[in-house]
């Protein structure tokens, strides 16, 4: 039994640690987003030259060979910084799901350049009909001559401002729910036909409406078999899952420290208002929700280094375990937020604070692939349905 | 991250289940749950002698007082698979609470006295340390222990004693000092219920049950070579012990049995032809305990793997007791939601067939009792308190 990270992760863990501490100070941070890209190249080239951006990437293709338990070590403590550039959307996600294609050439082409930091990737699947379910995709990629033909909308394609490149969820045959018949194609961001509408988030981040009208895309665009694209998003969900909850503790546990710092130096009544035993009590509180938070996410660890081993063993307990943690996330994460922002007083509604903007990445991952009750939902059909 | 035990662990594992398997049987426990009075004392005494014989009555204590030398991992798959089962843990008094003071602050003569009677469960314990006037305030004690001659003259009152009517002796803090700090001037002493002037007084519980008391002291005479240590050091090896006993009460184990009997009971149970277990707002309330459970079950095992590490337990296990008993009270609740009417049945000598339902007895009575979990022990806001300044420091 072992809940340490290794010497490695710990290695890396340290770096991304140092780097939010000495460079990406509140200051930094704030002129990154209000900057004209919102996202700072100088530091992705740094994050590509201290191979941080190669972590879950298999060797062969020039990775570090991590497993999710790496990448959730630098989540963690990219969380602490609340660091707006995006890992999650090119390394996490765009990266998740080249990993698991099974198409060689766009492997052995996009994830280098993943690696080098010239590719920024966008996973383009929310549809303005389709809220949490993955499999509601109405945008068509019909065949015609020479590949397929995408028409249709995608909704807030986190990052998809800066994307090179973009893996579209289609639809080329079934109904509208159907999880067969979806096909997972790479299209460039500047291919004829794409025109991308961005805006800015509340945290930090951006998100674009991409429209896909008469796109030509041909097989060797396609991630994996036509039709089979939910396999490969199935198999990369609890991954993203994982990586989005470690973000989401590492922000939890600065929320922590920050409000418990907080009372130990603001005075109210000739004393500090941490002697209150009604403020003590609700710190308590939040104490044990940010270690309950961790303890499911190493669960969910735990789960995912069992699956990996022995997956018609493995994944049923796997699904159980992140979906628990994905709606503990945000149901913790809410109490936190409410938490840090009402112990704080007044200040705790200013921009000018960081709390504020922690919150409001708490409240963005919270619905990020579902939000607390549409896990929940999950899990019970997974635990109480033919019990 | 791995939860994987080795090899002669998981033969160990094996052992302990063979064991529980063969001699818990359906006797035994069928007393245990059922027997009233002095016959569920006896049905105790009877598991707790399998135990002994076995020789793992006592897994917490020291190898050369009757321990039984396991490692922490051994112990923790010993309390997983006994909680697994649905096997009581043993009477806590005697063998988790005094014994430990003995074998440590204790004279020769009092452990080659008191040990080996508490290991074969001829000597039954009970505590001594509430009183009317303190209860999370412990330390405002005014139960009295006045020295002279060989003895002291004890006078005062104790409470919620638990098991006091079945017990030989009771451990007691007693004030042997005023005009010192409330802390200093207290002692530990071992107090034999037969004593002339000590009596015993039931207090009903809202469970219809009998199992507290108030323990009256009227100048009894207690020999001196009963006092456990020094004189006015009685605080001290009562928060040794509290120590001792800090971690182990999430009752994961437990919680998870009872958790998947009240699935079963929740799959029988129909309303509208649709079975509860198959209800969305139903489903919501047991996810919301069932997914804090699985959270719970890996902070128990955090705790465990750093003290099988060698390390000390770290800030996580500060949380088990609020949240092991917050979880168990919030199982007991829906238990007795599912049982509905039967709930406040009060069953009698009716069977099961009579009444119309199979478990709403056990359902009032553990929710009733229940109540009791976020209050012994150091009470959740006492522990929310010790926990705001052990370990945030406020």
Not at chain 2, 122 to 145: F, H, I, K, R, V
Not at chain 2, 215 to 222: G, P
């Given at each position: 039994?072992?809940?340490?990270?290794?010497?490695?992760?710990?290695?890396?863990?340290?770096?991304?640690?140092?780097?939010?501490?000495?460079?990406?100070?509140?200051?930094?941070?704030?002129?990154?987003?209000?900057?004209?890209?919102?996202?700072?190249?100088?530091?992705?080239?740094?994050?590509?030259?201290?191979?941080?951006?190669?972590?879950?990437?298999?060797?062969?293709?020039?990775?570090?060979?991590?497993?999710?338990?790496?990448?959730?070590?630098?989540?963690?403590?990219?969380?602490?910084?609340?660091?707006?550039?995006?890992?999650?959307?090119?390394?996490?996600?765009?990266?998740?799901?080249?990993?698991?294609?099974?198409?060689?050439?766009?492997?052995?082409?996009?994830?280098?350049?993943?690696?080098?930091?010239?590719?920024?990737?966008?996973?383009?699947?929310?549809?303005?009909?389709?809220?949490?379910?993955?499999?509601?995709?109405?945008?068509?990629?019909?065949?015609?001559?020479?590949?397929?033909?995408?028409?249709?909308?995608?909704?807030?394609?986190?990052?998809?401002?800066?994307?090179?490149?973009?893996?579209?969820?289609?639809?080329?045959?079934?109904?509208?729910?159907?999880?067969?018949?979806?096909?997972?194609?790479?299209?460039?961001?500047?291919?004829?036909?794409?025109?991308?509408?961005?805006?800015?988030?509340?945290?930090?981040?951006?998100?674009?409406?991409?429209?896909?009208?008469?796109?030509?895309?041909?097989?060797?665009?396609?991630?994996?078999?036509?039709?089979?694209?939910?396999?490969?998003?199935?198999?990369?969900?609890?991954?993203?899952?994982?990586?989005?909850?470690?973000?989401?503790?590492?922000?939890?546990?600065?929320?922590?420290?920050?409000?418990?710092?907080?009372?130990?130096?603001?005075?109210?009544?000739?004393?500090?208002?941490?002697?209150?035993?009604?403020?003590?009590?609700?710190?308590?509180?939040?104490?044990m929700?940010?270690e309950q938070?961790?303890s499911?996410?190493?669960?969910?660890?735990?789960?995912?280094?069992?699956?990996?081993?022995?997956?018609?063993?493995?994944?049923?307990?796997?699904?159980?375990?992140?979906?628990?943690?994905?709606?503990?996330?945000?149901?913790?994460?809410?109490?936190?937020?409410?938490?840090?922002?009402?112990?704080?007083?007044?200040?705790?509604?200013?921009?000018?604070?960081?709390?504020?903007?922690?919150?409001?990445?708490?409240?963005?991952?919270?619905?990020?692939?579902?939000?607390?009750?549409?896990?929940?939902?999950?899990?019970?059909?997974?635990?109480?349905?033919?019990? | 991250?791995?939860?994987?035990?080795?090899?002669?662990?998981?033969?160990?594992?094996?052992?302990?289940?063979?064991?529980?398997?063969?001699?818990?049987?359906?006797?035994?426990?069928?007393?245990?749950?059922?027997?009233?009075?002095?016959?569920?004392?006896?049905?105790?005494?009877?598991?707790?002698?399998?135990?002994?014989?076995?020789?793992?009555?006592?897994?917490?204590?020291?190898?050369?007082?009757?321990?039984?030398?396991?490692?922490?991992?051994?112990?923790?798959?010993?309390e997983?698979?006994?909680?697994?089962?649905?096997?009581?843990?043993?009477?806590?008094?005697?063998?988790?609470?005094?014994?430990?003071?003995?074998?440590?602050?204790?004279?020769?003569?009092?452990?080659?006295?008191?040990?080996?009677?508490?290991?074969?469960?001829?000597?039954?314990?009970?505590?001594?340390?509430?009183?009317?006037?303190?209860?999370?305030?412990?330390?405002?004690?005014?139960?009295?222990?006045?020295?002279?001659?060989?003895?002291?003259?004890?006078?005062?009152?104790?409470?919620?004693?638990?098991?006091?009517?079945?017990?030989?002796?009771?451990?007691?803090?007693?004030?042997?000092?005023?005009?010192?700090?409330?802390?200093?001037?207290?002692?530990?002493?071992?107090?034999?219920?037969?004593?002339?002037?000590?009596?015993?007084?039931?207090?009903?519980?809202?469970?219809?049950?009998?199992?507290?008391?108030?323990?009256?002291?009227?100048?009894?005479?207690?020999?001196?070579?009963?006092?456990?240590?020094?004189?006015?050091?009685?605080?001290?090896?009562?928060?040794?012990?509290?120590?001792?006993e800090r971690t182990g009460m999430a009752e994961v184990?437990?919680s998870?049995?009872?958790?998947?009997?009240?699935?079963?009971?929740?799959?029988?149970?129909?309303?509208?032809?649709?079975?509860?277990?198959?209800?969305?707002?139903?489903?919501?309330?047991?996810?919301?305990?069932?997914?804090?459970l699985?959270a719970l079950e890996y902070t128990e095992l955090r705790v465990f793997?750093?003290m099988?590490?060698?390390?000390?337990p770290g800030p996580e296990s500060s949380l088990l007791k609020i949240k092991g008993t917050e979880i168990s009270?919030?199982?007991?609740?829906?238990?007795?939601?599912?049982?509905?009417?039967?709930?406040?049945?009060?069953?009698?000598?009716?069977?099961?067939?009579?009444?119309?339902?199979?478990?709403?007895?056990?359902?009032?009575?553990?929710?009733?009792?229940?109540?009791?979990?976020?209050?012994?022990g150091g009470?959740n806001?006492?522990q929310?308190?010790v926990i705001?300044?052990?370990v945030?420091?406020?």
């Amino acid at each position: 039994m072992n809940f340490e990270f290794s010497e490695e992760q710990v290695m890396i863990k340290d770096s991304v640690a140092r780097f939010v501490r000495d460079e990406y100070d509140f200051d930094t941070r704030r002129k990154i987003i209000q900057s004209e890209e919102g996202i700072s190249r100088d530091f992705w080239t740094m994050f590509a030259e201290l191979g941080w951006l190669s972590v879950p990437f298999e060797e062969q293709y020039g990775g570090f060979g991590g497993s999710v338990e790496d990448l959730v070590a630098v989540m963690e403590e990219l969380g602490k910084g609340i660091v707006v550039e995006p890992y999650v959307s090119t390394v996490v996600i765009f990266g998740g799901l080249l990993s698991a294609a099974t198409n060689e050439e766009l492997k052995s082409t996009y994830i280098p350049k993943i690696i080098d930091g010239s590719c920024l990737g966008s996973f383009a699947f929310l549809e303005p009909q389709s809220r949490f379910e993955l499999a509601d995709i109405a945008t068509s990629a019909k065949t015609c001559e020479g590949g397929f033909s995408i028409n249709g909308t995608k909704t807030v394609v986190f990052n998809g401002a800066s994307a090179d490149s973009l893996i579209v969820a289609t639809r080329t045959s079934g109904e509208q729910f159907d999880r067969d018949g979806i096909s997972l194609f790479m299209v460039a961001a500047d291919a004829p036909g794409v025109s991308i509408d961005s805006y800015k988030t509340m945290d930090g981040q951006s998100a674009s409406t991409i429209s896909f009208k008469d796109v030509l895309v041909t097989d060797s665009q396609l991630l994996g078999a036509v039709g089979q694209g939910m396999a490969l998003v199935d198999q990369v969900m609890p991954n993203i899952l994982l990586a989005l909850s470690a973000e989401a503790l590492g922000i939890m546990a600065t929320l922590n420290a920050i409000t418990v710092d907080y009372t130990k130096t603001r005075q109210q009544f000739g004393t500090p208002i941490s002697s209150f035993q009604a403020l003590q009590h609700r710190m308590v509180d939040t104490f044990m929700a940010c270690e309950q938070t961790k303890s499911l996410l190493y669960r969910g660890l735990c789960d995912a280094n069992k699956a990996a081993v022995d997956p018609s063993v493995g994944t049923a307990e796997l699904l159980k375990s992140v979906h628990a943690l994905k709606a503990t996330v945000a149901k913790y994460g809410k109490l936190i937020g409410e938490e840090a922002i009402q112990i704080h007083g007044g200040i705790g509604i200013t921009d000018e604070l960081n709390i504020g903007h922690y919150v409001k990445r708490l409240m963005t991952i919270n619905v990020t692939f579902g939000d607390a009750d549409f896990h929940q939902k999950k899990f019970n059909q997974l635990s109480y349905s033919n019990f | 991250m791995d939860i994987n035990f080795s090899a002669q662990d998981i033969e160990f594992r094996d052992d302990v289940r063979a064991f529980f398997a063969s001699e818990y049987d359906a006797k035994v426990a069928e007393s245990l749950s059922s027997g009233q009075g002095e016959d569920y004392k006896e049905a105790i005494v009877v598991w707790q002698k399998k135990l002994h014989a076995k020789g793992w009555i006592a897994p917490g204590w020291p190898k050369e007082y009757g321990g039984t030398g396991w490692s922490v991992t051994q112990k923790f798959i010993y309390e997983t698979e006994r909680g697994a089962a649905g096997i009581p843990d043993v009477v806590p008094f005697g063998l988790k609470m005094v014994a430990p003071v003995i074998y440590t602050f204790g004279s020769e003569e009092q452990k080659a006295k008191f040990l080996p009677r508490i290991l074969s469960s001829e000597d039954w314990w009970c505590q001594g340390y509430s009183e009317p006037g303190a209860g999370s305030d412990l330390a405002a004690l005014s139960t009295t222990a006045e020295y002279a001659g060989d003895n002291y003259i004890v006078n005062g009152r104790k409470i919620w004693t638990t098991f006091a009517q079945f017990s030989d002796w009771i451990f007691c803090l007693v004030r042997t000092s005023k005009d010192v700090r409330k802390q200093q001037g207290i002692s530990f002493l071992l107090i034999d219920m037969n004593t002339p002037g000590v009596s015993v007084k039931p207090i009903p519980t809202i469970d219809g049950k009998h199992s507290l008391n108030e323990v009256l002291f009227e100048d009894a005479l207690v020999p001196r070579e009963n006092l456990i240590g020094e004189q006015d050091k009685g605080w001290t090896y009562a928060k040794a012990l509290l120590a001792h006993e800090r971690t182990g009460m999430a009752e994961v184990a437990d919680s998870k049995r009872m958790l998947s009997n009240l699935k079963q009971r929740a799959a029988a149970e129909v309303n509208g032809g649709q079975p509860m277990l198959d209800d969305p707002v139903f489903q919501m309330r047991l996810s919301d305990i069932e997914m804090q459970l699985m959270a719970l079950e890996y902070t128990e095992l955090r705790v465990f793997a750093s003290m099988a590490a060698g390390g000390m337990p770290g800030p996580e296990s500060s949380l088990l007791k609020i949240k092991g008993t917050e979880i168990s009270q919030a199982i007991h609740e829906l238990q007795l939601q599912l049982a509905a009417y039967y709930g406040g049945a009060l069953q009698g000598d009716l069977t099961n067939q009579q009444l119309g339902h199979d478990f709403a007895a056990e359902a009032r009575k553990s929710y009733m009792y229940g109540r009791a979990a976020t209050i012994y022990g150091g009470s959740n806001e006492v522990q929310r308190n010790v926990i705001a300044k052990a370990v945030l420091g406020l």
